[in-house]
């Protein structure tokens, strides 16, 4: 395992010091090389967190993965780096079923640096593009959308604005996505939901096959048989626009190889198929 791989394999280039510039440039530059995605659950296989298989998946076989992979291997890397990083858990609130999964859900990451703290996740899809400060509840705008981290009780809640309608009018509102606590965590505390995600009719990743990317314009995502681009219409990305068309086996192969640079080397059963509501019982 060589961290200047991983850099090379992010497109990241020169001296990389631990410093607040650095870690904006490799958070950014990893959510737009490598993949979020679950295939490996839809092509047979299983996913393991082991440091070393993470490390030849995403770096040598340039693939992509989902939270405990992606965030796995980043917060391995940023630590190599020099920086102060803790593992943290978080709670995804589904966006189809509206509930909260239980801890250890999304594995996240806090990095310290002069004395200033900064949530880390490259793991989450559709979520931040730069690393967001933990020590304001102001709203932090970036490319893609505006969001802000909202303190309750124990509880930091990752929230992104939106636009609603209300009798016409439009409205701005704050969604949430995920919610966490502080506390450090370590690798193996996410195993059991690691599982979990690979096999529960509760889970997005065992119920709907996908792959998706940030691209400087918006995202672009395969979710089953279907082709997703989102494509940003305003500076703060609040008035995005989405396409979607369906896709043949072939195309979905071509489209794997040349927009996300993976090739399978098991046959892919795409998959989208409805979300069962997990029973609350945490």
Not at 83 to 91: A, E
Not at 236 to 256: C, F, H, P, V, Y
């Given at each position: 395992m060589d961290f200047q791989k991983y850099l090379a394999r992010i497109g990241c280039s020169g001296a990389c010091p631990p410093t607040l510039e650095t870690l904006r440039y490799v958070h950014l530059s990893h959510?737009?090389?490598?993949?979020?995605?679950?295939?490996?659950?839809h092509i047979g296989k299983r996913v393991r967190l082991e440091l070393p298989l993470l490390y030849e998946k995403i770096v040598v076989m340039r693939r992509g993965g989902f939270c405990f992979e992606n965030n796995g291997l980043f917060s391995w890397l940023l630590s190599q780096m020099?920086?102060?990083?803790?593992?943290?858990?978080?709670?995804?609130r589904n966006r189809f079923t509206g509930a909260y999964g239980p801890p250890f859900d999304h594995f996240i990451m806090m990095v310290k640096l002069d004395g200033h703290r900064w949530l880390c996740d490259v793991g989450f899809g559709s979520g931040f593009q730069l690393p967001l400060s933990l020590e304001t509840d102001s709203p932090q705008v970036q490319s893609h959308g505006a969001y802000r981290l909202r303190?309750?009780?124990?509880?930091?809640?990752?929230?992104?604005?939106?636009?609603?309608?209300?009798?016409?009018?439009?409205?701005?509102?704050?969604?949430?996505?995920?919610?966490?606590?502080?506390?450090?965590?370590?690798?193996?505390?996410?195993?059991?939901?690691?599982?979990?995600?690979?096999?529960?009719?509760?889970?997005?990743?065992?119920?709907?096959?996908?792959?998706?990317?940030?691209?400087?314009?918006?995202?672009?995502?395969?979710?089953?048989?279907?082709?997703?681009?989102?494509?940003?219409?305003?500076?703060?990305?609040?008035?995005?626009?989405?396409?979607?068309?369906?896709?043949?086996?072939?195309?979905?192969?071509?489209?794997?190889?040349?927009?996300?640079?993976?090739?399978?080397?098991?046959?892919l059963t795409p998959k989208d198929v409805e979300i069962v509501p997990p029973p609350v019982t945490y």
């Open positions: 959510l737009m090389t490598v993949p979020f995605e679950n295939l490996t659950i020099g920086f102060d990083v803790t593992v943290l858990s978080g709670q995804v303190s309750q009780g124990n509880f930091i809640f990752m929230e992104v604005k939106s636009e609603t309608e209300v009798a016409g009018v439009g409205e701005e509102c704050w969604t949430e996505q995920y919610k966490f606590t502080l506390e450090p965590r370590e690798r193996d505390d996410f195993r059991a939901m690691c599982d979990y995600h690979q096999s529960s009719a509760s889970s997005i990743f065992f119920c709907k096959s996908l792959c998706s990317l940030l691209l400087p314009t918006g995202r672009i995502t395969i979710m089953g048989r279907r082709l997703i681009v989102t494509s940003l219409s305003s500076v703060d990305g609040q008035q995005d626009t989405k396409t979607t068309r369906d896709l043949s086996d072939e195309e979905i192969t071509e489209l794997l190889r040349e927009k996300f640079g993976i090739v399978l080397h098991c046959p």
